[in-house]
């Protein structure tokens, strides 16, 4: 079990490391910071110039900068925003709670429509009810999420107005944002509950459960669901970065005051160190998020350990 | 005598006929959006440009010129959404192959030698699984500009490493196998053995992802047009134009719901596709 710990803890390490000098390096790409923060200043000097450069720290090697970067990255200090020169870190944590919520609101609501829909698929195996099902999983995948998003306003808010259909408004504002992302979820996820369900159900405990005369709801939901718990918990954190992604997007549709909307803002105004700041983080959340799946899957399933 | 056809036998049969469905659906909507693509230049000669300020956002079936209605513009939907379809269908298919080549030659070398280049493409692996490809584009795209050739290289860059992992899976298993031992007791070339006896083996499941991933690039570009990190605005394309409708969702619904049907109908045609290759070609699901 150490060796797994150490090998896969490495292994987030690197990555983090590659993720972050990627980073680093993309917002170097810009040209000069410098140049760019005095835009439209008038006339600007060259000792104007080199002083922002000294203010900001750009006239060290990309190698200083990096660690100073770096040692910011573990200390919770993103340095300031280019806008009014608020904290990077406070920003984020403003904005990644809200992201968070609807991140797992997601998962939780997902969870909900693909495990009824994928046992009821594995149970009438072969039947129309298991092709309706497939079917409404492939339909499920082939549109954007943030069309999903406007269709969802257009007929949830709009025409019949239930839900407000943008901004944080309590906690009704939750549900169009986490209905769609967990509707795209879903469509991968009821296949999964599916498969591992068919497996599950020709096994003999089943039969024995089965045979000792239990309601066929309790062989399903407490019995057969329990083992298909560890592969449908792998696979959704395996999705974390896929979820992220997802809602980083369809936060502009419900103007969500999260990390998506955070980072736009940030391009739009070219605010650089709010969104290297903010691609960390959220690099750092699911590369986190991974390595706990892992280790749980590790504690739970020690075949994993020695692969 | 009768014929009595057992409950097993039929739920065969009831498989396989879904089976050519999917493939019916399938290859018909792929086969109509990319005729209809191809044709456009000849459907609609003005390129979905033409605006007639005097029809602007008449409801669909209204009139007989505007089938499915007008934008804030009174520039005819159906003709840009066929229009728009050149920039998602080049996207999907170009990024796909030429992610497809690179991934193939990184995942036959890292599954045939190990060693370093394993190594180098198990790594890549991880990073690509840590950081989604949106978090990639909004990060690199936002500072080098969009335009069709970054988001395809960004593609490619970030998606290689499926097709690798997928042809090293492949190829470890393969290296086992009696055939290719014996093969290699004949003398034959490594490149030789590559050509005749792995690639044949691995094309399979190869060709599987990449139906599978020219939907997903397809789903992937329209974002990026949308958040406006994607192709340039004033090109007619899918995601611009439900950038566009989003404002006058209100107002004028079937500016938003004629590209995201466009999209949705495209996608699930290639899905339908892929679907159906993956039980005629990858009945073990390696995919």
Known sequence: MTGFLIKRGLQALFVILAV??????????????????????????????????????????????YLTYMQGVFTGDFGASFMGG????????????????????SLILSILISVPLGIRAAVKKGTGTDQGIRILSLVGLSFPNFWLALMLVLLLAI?????????????????????TMAIILSATTVRLVRTTMLETLSAQYIMVARSKGLRERVVLYKHALRNCAIPLI????????????????????????????????AIGGRDYPVLQGSVTVLALVIVIVNLVVDIAYGIVDPRIRTK | MTTTVSPAT???SRRR???????????????????AVLLSGFLFPDGGESMDLG??????????????????????????????????????FVSVIAGAILGTIMGLVSGYYRGFWDMIVMRFADVQLALPFILVAITFISILGGGLTNVIFFMVISQWVQYARLIRGQVLALREREFIQAARAFGVRDLAMIRHHVLPNVIGPLIILMTLNVANNILLESSLTFLGLGVDPMIPSWGGMLADGRTYLQDAWWVSVVPGLAIMLTVLGLNLLGDWLRDRLDPTGKV
């Open chain 2, 55 to 92: 029809a602007r956002l008449i409801a669909p079936f209204q009139s007989w010129d505007h089938i499915f209605g007008t934008d804030p513009l009174g520039r005819d939907v159906l003709a840009r959404v066929v229009v728009g379809g050149k920039i998602s269908l080049t996207v999907g």
């Open chain 1, 20 to 65: 972050t000098l990627l980073v680093a390096f993309a917002v170097r790409l810009t040209g000069d910071p410098a140049l760019m923060l005095s835009q439209g200043a008038g006339s600007v000097t060259e000792a104007d110039l080199a002083n922002i450069r000294q203010a900001l720290g750009l006239n060290r090697p990309f190698y200083v900068q």
């Open chain 1, 159 to 179: 025409v019949f107005p239930i839900f407000p259909p943008s901004g944080w408004d309590g906690p009704m504002s939750l549900v169009l944002p986490s209905l």
């Open chain 2, 17 to 35: 006929n879904y089976g050519s469905l999917e493939f019916i659906l399938g290859a018909s909507l792929s086969g109509i959006v990319i005729l």
């Open chain 2, 10 to 12: 039929k739920v065969v």
């Open chain 1, 86 to 105: 608020t904290s990077v870190g406070r920003l984020i944590g403003d904005a990644l709670p809200a992201t968070l919520m609807l991140a797992f609101s």
């Open chain 1, 234 to 265: 792998t696979y959704l954190g395996l999705q974390f970065g896929n979820l992220i992604g997802g809602i980083v997007v369809i936060e502009k549709v419900f103007n969500w005051p999260g990390m998506g909307t955070l980072a736009f803002d």
